[in-house]
């Protein structure tokens, strides 16, 4: 993709998803979610020891903003990262913002 094949709508959606994640709590829930991993809301509230309704706000923002997708299996919702490409954005954005 090129500079000029970008839109504002993109840029706009890929902003507010970086937006989303620039958050020292949500980055931490995003590291549990690496590598395919699928996780409930109890799973990621005992990993972090924060309050399970402090969990789900933040996997909610995360959600909405599409950086996260969930899947209900049986009593439990399983969240886990929707683009297996967010790993590249994420080191896109630290070679990018690397001082030299």
Request: hydrophobic share 35%; aromatic share 4%; glycine share 4%.
């Amino acid at each position: 993709m090129k500079i000029k094949d970008l839109d504002t709508e993109m840029l706009e959606r890929a902003a507010s998803m970086l937006k989303a994640i620039a958050h020292p709590m949500r980055i931490a829930i995003l590291n549990h979610l690496e590598e395919g991993k699928k996780l409930t809301v109890t799973e990621i509230h005992n990993l972090l020891n924060i309050e399970q309704s402090t969990t789900s706000h933040h996997l909610g923002i995360l959600k909405d903003k599409g950086v996260l997708a969930s899947k209900r299996e049986g009593k439990n919702t399983y969240y886990f990262l929707k683009h297996n490409s967010l790993k590249n954005i994420v080191e896109c954005v630290s070679k990018c913002t690397i001082n030299k």
